[in-house]
Structure formats: C-alpha cells, structure tokens
C-alpha cells in the first residue's frame, strides 16, 4: 500500500468516526451510490460535501459511495442492483436499456446539463467543426461513454460514420497517445483530457474542443440514476437521497472551496487547485447552463429528451419510450434546487 492509499484509508477512517449521528446509523435506510469513475476528482465532491455536513443523515439515509471504473461500470453497478444510486451519464445509460431491452436504471435528476462529451483535438490538426473530422484519426476507449455516442454525434452532424478512422487505446493510455500525437485528437470528457494533458505539458491554447451538442447532439449526461430494485422495493428514501444530493451541489455551487476541502479529506493527496480549477470549469460548462439557471439544477426537458432518444436509437429504429429510464417526480421543491 502506498503512502496515498495509506492517507486515503486513515481519512475515510476518521471520517466515518466524526460524521454526525454515527452512532445512531442502525435506525437509518442504507444506500450504496456508485460515483464516477476513479481516481476520486471534483466531479465527485458535492456528494462528499454531502455526506460530510450531514445531508444524508438529516434524511435518516445511512450512505456508502464508491468510484466505478467507467461509465459502462457505474451502469452495470446499478443496473445489477449491487448499488442503489449512481452518478451516471443518463444518455449512455438509455442507450444501454435501447440495447438490453432489459429493465435499467432510472434517471432522476440532471446535474450535467450541457454535456462534457467532446473531440478534443490538436489546433495544427486543422480540425475545427465535424466536416473536418473525415480523414482524421482519433483516438478513443471503447468502454468510455463519450465513445458510446460518437455514432450518434456523427449522424447527427451529418458526419459518413466510416469518414473518421479510430485508434483504440486504454483509458489510462488515452491522453499520453494524443500527446505522442498518435492521432489528431481523443474523444472523451472535456476535463478528463485536458488535465491530464497539461500534466504532460500541453497548453490549453493548443488544443480545440468540439463538443457533441455543438453537433446538434445535446445528451443529458451525468445525474442521479436509481436501481429498480429501489423502485420496486423501498421508493420511500428515494426523494431522500436526491434532496441530499441536491443540497450538496448546490452547497459546492456557492462554495466550490468548500467542496474541494470535502474532496481532500476523503483523498489528501489532490491537489486542491487543480480540483478547484476542474470544478469551476464543470460548474460554469456543463452544470450553469440558462435552463439550469431558470429552473434550477435537476430539470429534464420532454421535447429535447424524444430528440435526443430518436437521435441515439437512429433512422431506423422504432420510437423508444423514454419515460422507461428517466423520471423526475422525485425532484426537489424549486427552493432545495434553485441556482
């Protein structure tokens, strides 16, 4: 074990010890929520914040959280009713109940309401709107989400699917193949690629990012998904947990500082300014979008959800019943969700 995972391991420790009404977690309903994928970023800290101020306990929720490996992972996670909540990109996770036919997780509440899905891409690539990519290579993870849908987002740009060539690569190999310019560009999430490139030494002003709704592909991406066995089987803390939730974002909205403390207590070895400069960039891209900001976090729109469906599912196929994998009659009153 490595002095990281040494630190980890003490943190989570002494973390459990101090939450507030420990000693009384035998009377609460336990849930398990798979986060995003590891390592332990600020994406995953407004949960943590949640955790840590008591939000959970507040609801009589007795929580435990865990890193998925991918998207696919934390789909899997739930859909086997291993976990009961997840943070899960909800675009990826229709795709995979169009594909089953099987009963899936269910999206409850949007957080990232402007997907981080994207090429990014070299500037000396010459690569700056879909048209561009025929006849470039790019580089991606078959597991990855954003992959998921890059079929999608090619149609949908009006992009021949077989223009682009793919370099497959694993996920802890994305980045450093991009920067050894193995391709002209990674699809993937916005932020994962770019910090771990700067890590390499890339700079911001040197690389491109297309993100798939500015192809006319606006995927509702991470949120707040249940199993069905909770659905079946204990509805009652369901609107519990997303309330808690909710209240831990909005908490790390106003105090993206606070949320990163949150983050270091679970992880000491972050570096916090990285992390509070991705939550910034997270917050103001994909979570503070206009609708977000009118109706508050949480709000999933019918017309854009059916477009988004018959986008992914294709030309061809049969209309699929979105209300299936998605249901926002758990959300919060405006007041507990307001930004």
């Not at 957080?111 to 981080?116: A, G, V």
């Not at 690539?125 to 993870?141: H, N, Q, V």
Request: hydrophobic share 45%; glycine share 6%.
């Amino acid at each position: 074990m490595d002095r990281r995972q040494i630190l980890r391991a003490a943190a989570a420790t002494s973390l459990a010890l101090a939450l507030p009404g420990a000693s009384a977690q035998s009377t609460r309903t336990a849930v398990k929520i798979a986060l995003n994928r590891a390592p332990y970023d600020a994406s995953n800290a407004p949960f943590l914040l949640a955790q840590q101020k008591g939000y959970f306990a507040e609801e009589d929720i007795d929580v435990t959280m865990s890193l998925s490996k991918n998207a696919t992972d934390a789909i899997r996670r739930v859909a086997s009713n291993a976990f009961d909540f997840g943070f899960v990109d909800g675009s990826v996770n229709m795709r995979a109940a169009m594909q089953t036919q099987a009963p899936s997780p269910v999206y409850l509440f949007a957080i990232f309401d402007r997907s981080p899905a994207c090429i990014v891409t070299w500037k000396s690539s010459g690569i700056e709107r879909p048209a561009d990519l025929a006849g470039k290579s790019i580089i991606a993870t078959p597991g990855d989400g954003a992959f998921q849908m890059f079929q999608p987002f090619l149609r949908a740009a009006g992009v021949a699917p077989d223009a682009v060539r793919i370099v497959e690569s694993g996920l802890e190999d994305r980045e450093s193949s991009m920067f050894r310019h193995l391709g002209d560009g990674a699809v993937g999430f916005d932020t994962t690629i770019y910090y771990k490139l700067r890590e390499m030494g890339a700079r911001l002003e040197a690389l491109n990012f297309m993100y798939y709704a500015d192809g006319g592909l606006e995927l509702y991406s991470n949120g707040i998904v249940v199993s069905q066995r909770m659905l079946r089987e204990q509805r009652g803390p369901i609107a519990a947990v997303v309330r808690a939730c909710a209240r831990g974002w909005r908490d790390a909205i106003k105090d993206p500082r606070e949320a990163i403390d949150a983050l270091a207590r679970v992880d000491p070895g972050i570096d916090k300014a990285t992390e509070l400069a991705r939550f910034e960039w997270i917050k103001e891209r994909q979570v503070l979008t206009p609708p977000v900001r009118a109706n508050g976090l949480g709000v999933v729109d019918p017309a854009r959800l059916r477009r988004l469906a018959a986008q992914i599912a294709g030309p061809s196929a049969a209309p699929f019943a979105v209300e299936l994998v998605f249901d926002t009659s758990f959300l919060p009153a405006l007041p507990d969700r307001a930004v």
